[in-house]
């Protein structure tokens, strides 16, 4: 990790930080999709079996006649090919049959999978401590995303005022993405992973030269620059990490966001030289100072819509600025493990979930995949609870608060 050079004539208008543009990628890989959107693969290259997570295992490519199993080569005949198609599988000229819950499975459906395989992915995010899952999202979920979000096509459309989750499957479909739920688990070495708040899509409008803009900081529960939440670094110990999802297109022009890339293994927070958050929202500040740092120690991610940038929450960044007249839209998500308090309460949203039509628009991975991530739990010696928050106690606290406030 080379040091970080700090500036001290920072903030300043200066904008020329450097892009690293993201390439849409020319092909995808499969997945075969069982009725309960649990992922067919295979280990020993030789018997079949269904999987309830994505990894290397269940990653097929698209033959001429079939599939075949991207890393031990096994073949498979299919009835189509064709994406979002229904099918049938032969394995040496029989015919393909699982068991799942019990009950035999003989047609799968063709999914839109990830452009490279997970185990590279995660080697990525291991080295650099951030990874693209470039246009990792289906059309389908791509376009309820916007249309939730009210941009790109769907500018025109009025928000919604219902938790995104309930609106439309295409939220629950992304908060439930795979791959960089696995790559989560992996990075932060527990198989317990919560969403730290509920899922929201942002839509960033053309900058006005004046309003008061995101400082650098770190994410949740870090929030060094925002907050200074965790007292001292973590080292090998991974509290967070975030999960960016391009709605819309990401550039340069409409707001990409702005990291320093590899600051997660400095274990430190942004210098305050570079304008950071618990300075930069203060009013005024811009007028005075100007913008926070955009030179060109500072990386700019470019990617195309439905692509998710997973990073370490310990990454330097800060949001970019919309110099369009088009709304950018974003799926901005902390990931925490189970054991770490969350940022809100999630628990009136998942139950709004569960009372909606979107809830049963999901495959039941994605219905089992959603409740693991955003029910918290207590588990301890007097058993299994379920967090949320409590009326009585909360306006006690904030009864406190407020007049400590008053005393001083
Ligand atoms: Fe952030």
Redesign the pocket.
Known sequence: MPAIKRLGTVPSDEFCPNVVTIPRPTKHFRYLNTPTGDWLGTIDGESLQVFGHVDDAVIWDATATGFKHVVTGLELTASSTELNATIDLFQDGSRISVTEQDTPVEKFAIGHGPEQLPSKSLQTLNEQGWVSLTCILPDEVIDGLQRVGCVDAYEDCTPVRQTPLAQDPSVAQVSAEPISLWLTREYMKTKDIRLGHSPGISALTRDDGVREVQGW?T?FPYLWGTGDRIPVPSGDLVLGM?RNVCVSDFTKENGATIFKLGTHASNEAPPEEWGISNHTYRKGFRATYGLPYGGKEADLIEAPAGSIILYDARTW?RAGMNMTDRRRGAM?QAIVPGYIIPFMDTSQTVKSFFASDAFNQVTERVQKEIEKLMVHKIAGPAGLFAISTDDELTQRVREQRQAAASVY
């Open positions: 900081h994410d975030q960044h901005i």
